[in-house]
């Protein structure tokens, strides 16, 4: 200890004349070189445990704590079992060595081949002596093996006998092991499988080969072995070079049933990061049913206040791994056919916000049922019903958020870079009411209802249908706002593309799909291909309720690469709601927060014509004069295409009921050309067709429109 002392002070000594040559030389304009700085002895534990991690001679199973104490674990469950498995192994031992005895006794090969070769009869002769032939050979084999032991026994005592029996028995049990293939035990039907193959490796690479995962010849390369994680086996496995792991998440169907557990049982996802690659693949498998358990209560009943910054705690996976929400600087759609959740899971998202006293919240229910009436009493906005005046009350909310989300970055752009260093709202800017720019969380439930409505309106001096009006306030909210503090919530039981249209899908972050009934509603709440990637909600049990895919749009329990992930939603019933929301406003009364609907106050929304005109995004302005096809093209696009990139030439020509020659050359003449591309098909195989690129489609639209040259 003295050594390491006197060691670092000398360095120190020295340092300082060091430092005095380096700032001469600098100003001489030499180059300098890094001088070396004064070792420091490590301790020898850390330089035990730095070797412990990187030596190849230590197993893998050993180099951390959890893979230890798992095979202390395996260990002692082999121990304990070996015994039962010793008498199981010699018993089989015993009716196969029978039945190979009697197979040989009786000349079955020799009779077998006679029979093929239709000379039983010629043959009948040979046969019965070969058969008496080898019953004087068991028994004179049998009483000689008698001779020896009695003389054994007599000379030596009972060691010899049980020398022989424990050889018998280790014969047996190494006869008797499971094995397919062996002689009488290949049944003419087999039992049911069970989950006892606890990640055995070579029946993975049996599972991967059944699912036409692998190859004959190619194998799995074991990165972590097989341990108990929650109520299941966890794995990760390199699959060979030519193959992706994306492959194996989007046939987890067929993997599930070579593993013999129901997909719900089965989590496959790609390792991505530093620790990942294109063919690492992490896999969980259930001992049962992980969502036939009785659901959880949310933990947002028992606590007193919560901070609308920090991911609202929304369910968990089939890992029992907590999944957090993130709602700040994103916006959640969540899906579904009706009773499933849907409503449950919107006002656990709305619990958080609540809980926060900071928060400002805005609540439409078409639904105009009793689900959001306990949040009349912390609401600054609040309606209930589905008549043409609530459609209209949207309407106008909509169109004050708007002119609210340009005015706050209007604000933003004067203040000092220390209170908003960029243009999005801060923690400490929310909750200064100076500012007057709180969190501000839009929730609309049946969102269907108002954006099928086709009450007309006038905008700009035009009539144009309400349903239209709000979805193109709705776009522009989801594409501006949430940077402004602003965070949508949709729920919807109609998740089709007339209902929600598809700029708005598109620039929806997170997606929450409880069950529906086929994969196309599925994708439009998940995104396009998510099926063919491995996340279908149609596939969910109808006895799962609250079971639903999340598509999170930021970090959680699970990662913060990894895709979607299947959840359970917490449970909270009726009175924990209404508790919450009793909460709520006592957290705003004491911090002087209240406003709106909640103190009382009429709050019917007085739209000024000047910020209604500024609402308007250019996505509502009227359309300019097209030429046809490019017109119904574009039309086609904005309504069905998405968040794809590239649209078949096939799909358009059978949507627009044209002429295929006709239209190509139209769309030629207008500057629009068509190329080959790789797309996925409906069963996952890619197949190359030709078609247009959506984004180029839309700039010679612009273009047109602009009077420019193609």
């Known amino acids: 200890m003295n050594d390491d002392t006197d060691s670092v002070n000398v360095g120190a000594e020295v340092a300082p004349d060091r430092s005095r040559d380096v700032d001469r030389a600098i100003l001489d304009g030499e180059l300098v070189e890094d001088q070396p700085f004064p070792s420091v002895r490590l301790p020898w534990r850390l330089r035990l445990k730095r070797w412990w991690q990187a030596s190849p001679r230590v197993p893998v199973s050993l180099k951390t704590h959890e893979q230890a104490t798992q095979l202390v674990k395996d260990w002692i469950t082999v121990v304990l079992r070996s015994p039962w498995r010793l008498l199981r192994a010699v018993g089989r031992g015993l009716v196969t060595g029978f039945r190979l005895w009697r197979r040989w006794v009786t ?23 070969l058969t008496l032939f080898r019953w004087k050979v068991t028994g004179a084999v049998s009483v000689a093996a008698g001779v020896l032991i009695a003389v054994a026994a007599y000379v030596w005592g009972e060691v010899p006998l049980w020398t022989i029996g424990g050889v018998a028995c280790v014969a047996l049990a190494v006869l008797g092991r499971r094995k397919d293939g062996q002689p009488g035990r290949k049944p003419s039907l087999s ?28 194998s799995l390369r074991l990165v972590q072995r097989a341990s108990r994680v929650g109520d299941g086996w966890s794995v990760t496995v390199d699959l060979p070079a030519t193959r992706k792991a994306a492959d194996v998440v989007k046939h987890r169907e067929a993997l599930a049933s070579a593993l013999a557990v129901d997909e719900i049982q089965l989590m496959v996802e790609r390792v991505r990061g530093n620790g990942g690659h294109a063919g690492r693949v992490a896999m969980w498998v259930a001992d049962e049913d992980p969502y036939a358990k009785p659901p959880l209560r949310t933990p947002l009943v028992n ?19 907590k999944i957090d929400l993130p709602l700040v600087w994103t916006s959640l759609l969540v899906g579904a056919i009706p009773r499933q959740g849907k409503t449950f899971a919107t006002r656990l998202a709305a619990a958080g916000l609540i809980l926060d006293p900071h928060t400002r919240l805005y609540v439409a229910d078409f639904k105009a049922g009793k689900d959001w009436m306990a949040a009349e009493q912390v609401a600054h906005r609040f309606l209930s019903g589905d008549d043409a005046e609530h459609i209209v009350a949207l309407k106008d909310w909509l169109v004050e958020l708007v002119a609210e989300v340009q005015d706050r970055y209007r604000r933003m752009r004067d203040l000092d870079d220390e209170v908003c260093p960029e243009s999005k709202v801060t923690p400490a800017m929310s909750r200064d009411t100076a500012l007057n720019m709180p969190i501000t969380a839009l929730f609309i439930d ?46 919807t039981q109609r998740p089709d593309s007339k209902t929600i249209p598809s700029g708005l899908r598109a620039v929806l972050g997170s997606r929450f799909a409880l069950r529906v009934m086929d994969w196309r509603d599925s994708n439009i709440v998940l995104g396009e291909q998510m099926n063919t990637r491995g996340h279908d909600s149609s596939r969910l049990l109808p006895s799962h309720k609250g079971v639903g895919i999340l598509r999170p749009d930021g970090e959680t329990e699970a990662g913060a690469d990894v895709l979607a992930m299947t959840v359970r939603t917490y449970y909270m019933p009726g009175e924990d709601w209404q508790e919450i929301c009793r909460r709520g406003r006592a957290l705003r009364q004491a911090a002087g927060t209240l406003t709106g609907h909640a103190t009382g106050e009429d709050t019917a929304v007085r739209v000024d014509p000047v910020a209604e005109a500024k609402a308007i995004s250019s996505e509502a302005k009227v359309m300019a004069e097209l030429p046809e096809p490019l017109a119904e093209v574009l039309e086609y696009v904005n309504e069905h295409a998405g968040d794809r990139e590239f ?21 030629t003449e207008l500057g629009c050309s068509s190329e080959r591309r790789r797309v996925p098909a409906e069963d996952g195989e890619l197949r190359q ?6 984004a180029d489609l839309r700039r010679m639209a612009a273009l047109q429109r602009d009077g420019g040259d193609p």
């Not at 093929?116 to 009869?121: D, P, W």
């Not at 007193?304 to 705690?313: C, G, I, L, R, S």
């Not at 954006?451 to 249908?465: A, S, Y």
């Open 107 to 129: 000349v079955r090969d020799y009779r077998e081949a006679a029979e093929e070769s239709q000379k039983l009869a010629d043959k009948f002769t040979e046969i019965r002596e």
């Open 191 to 218: 039992g049911s499988r069970a989950l006892t193959w606890t990640m055995d490796p070579q029946i993975l690479v049996d599972a991967f080969r059944d699912a036409k995962l692998l190859g004959k010849d190619e």
């Open 303 to 321: 606590v007193q206040h919560w901070d609308a910054w920090k991911p609202v705690p929304f369910g968990r996976d089939a890992r029992d791994r």
């Open 446 to 491: 049946e969102v269907q209802v108002p954006l099928e409505d086709r009450t007309p309106i006038e905008v700009q001096g035009k009539n144009v249908p309400a349903g239209e009006y709000i979805g193109e306030l709705l776009t522009w909210l989801a594409k501006k706002a949430p940077a402004a503090g602003i965070v949508l919530v949709l729920a």
């Open 647 to 667: 649209i078949p030439t096939a799909e358009l020509v059978d949507a627009l009921d044209v002429d295929p020659n006709a239209f190509g050359r139209q769309m």
């Open 689 to 694: 067709v030709r078609g247009y690129v959506v």
